[in-house]
């Protein structure tokens, strides 16, 4: 840590734990900070924690004065050698994934990685998307309870994108398994039996090996997928290698399924707990976009983002040395209230697009206009075809210990009365404009 603080002189809200006593609300714990105090430090984090949302922006254009390289959580446990070892080398000797890049390097990888994401390449994939939320949507709809986060959610996100990606269907279960086994090791709190820390870092190594197997496939037989235009198709000649493709596969799979999952079960929670909340999608009244955007300002998939200070800087009022970690709170963001007019309250149509749920700057998700396809198509689905869709009876909302993802354990719904009509039919929306 590049500064040091003295744990007798923190504020009580500096006590920031977002593993513990924060884990499901730290909204309330984070209300009106940005005030009073925008910049606090949190002891448990190791971090200077960034809560308003013009100061997050401002560091996020600055590539000059904070480098990304170290944006991922830290464990706090300290892990065994080999694990360690297979932790620098899974993805492959030196590499590194886009989102810990920091220009030049960055500029010219991001560029390529962009012509798998464009709007005009969003809209071609969008019968997929959808042809993928409405199979499991006919198919969760016969039960009549269900937890929408393991039987909806978390496949169908995973499905699309590995779909776009080109992964054969057979591989969607280890995929989830690796990605669950990476953010058991990236988020470690607390000591974990060493055969399990092992366990879960030898399927990372598997995980590094299927990427670069599946490379070396399309390499020699280029398919109609997102990795084949990755390693053939790139701008002005540009592509990546078959070592650079490699690198970006699992954090295209991870971060392309966890944070939709995620996005998905809030936005249905929160619409659904509101009073005729549910009717109101069905019937059109409140648009698949609108519920969309004000589910990621009011409760974002990422609740923040890591940055490190390289010369010694001011953020909001607070001088930092080199060398400091800061955690940029984007879920703050969307209650900030200089940004909006009323930021605890859930309320689609009244203007949620300056959320900072996708990032800012030059690292802005790639995805983005992927992710909001996926999002809106998947509600579309569940309102066509579960229009009386309630939570289940008891629901009191519980996250995973996962920070800085907001990750529900479980949703519980209820799926209704199937012979009561839906009241307009729901009208598929254009990916165009994403």
Not at 149 to 170: K, M, S
Not at 173 to 178: K, V
Request: proline share 6%; aromatic share 8%.
């Amino acid at each position: 840590m590049a500064m040091s603080v003295d744990s007798g002189q923190l504020h009580e809200h500096r006590l920031f734990d977002p593993y513990g006593a924060h884990r499901d609300d730290p909204y309330s714990f984070l209300a009106g900070i940005e005030e009073t105090e925008s910049v606090f430090y949190a002891p448990l984090l190791d971090a200077w924690c960034v809560a308003r949302r013009e100061d997050m922006v401002a560091v996020l254009r600055d590539d000059r004065n904070f480098s990304a390289r170290d944006h991922n959580p830290r464990s706090t446990v300290e892990l065994p050698g080999d694990v360690t070892r297979m932790l620098r080398t899974w993805r492959g000797a030196d590499a590194v994934a886009v989102g810990s890049l920091d220009p030049p390097e960055h500029s010219r990888i991001r560029e390529v990685l962009n012509i798998g994401f464009t709007p005009a390449r969003v809209r071609a994939f969008e019968p997929t998307v959808r042809a993928i939320a409405t199979d499991l949507a006919e198919r969760v709809a016969v039960e009549a309870e269900f937890d929408f986060i393991t039987a909806f959610a978390v496949p169908y996100a995973l499905e699309a994108i590995c779909r776009r990606l080109g992964i054969p269907d057979e591989y969607l279960d280890r995929c989830r398994m690796w990605s669950e086994q990476r953010i058991e090791l990236m988020m470690l709190q607390r000591y974990t039996d060493p055969d399990r820390v092992r366990e879960c870092a030898r399927g990372l190594m598997d995980f590094g090996a299927f990427s670069r197997s599946l490379v070396q496939e399309r390499l020699a037989s280029p398919q109609d997928d997102l990795i084949s235009e990755l390693l053939h198709d790139g701008k002005a000649g540009e592509t990546l290698t078959a070592d650079e493709a490699a690198v970006q596969i699992p954090t295209l799979i991870f971060a392309g399924h966890m944070t939709c999952a995620e996005a998905l079960g809030t936005i249905l929670f929160q619409q659904l707990q509101s009073p005729g909340g549910w009717a109101k999608v069905v019937d059109g009244t409140i648009s698949t976009r609108d519920l969309v955007e004000e589910g990621l300002r009011f409760d974002s998939p990422l609740a923040g983002m890591y940055r490190t200070a390289l010369h010694d800087v001011v953020v909001g009022d607070v001088p930092l040395a080199a060398g400091s970690r800061l955690l940029l709170l984007y879920g703050a963001a969307g209650r900030d209230s200089r940004a909006h007019a009323c930021p605890a309250g859930f309320s689609p149509g009244s203007g949620s697009a300056s959320h900072l749920a996708f990032g800012h700057g030059i690292h802005f998700c790639l995805g983005a206009g992927f992710a909001r396809l996926e999002l809106e198509t998947a509600i579309q689905a569940l309102a066509a075809r579960m229009p009386n869709l309630t939570l289940a009876p008891g629901q009191v909302p519980r996250h995973r210990p996962v920070f800085p993802l907001r990750a529900l354990t479980e949703l519980r719904v209820r799926v209704g009365r199937a012979d009561v009509p839906v009241p307009h039919p729901v009208v598929a929306e254009s990916g165009e404009g994403r």
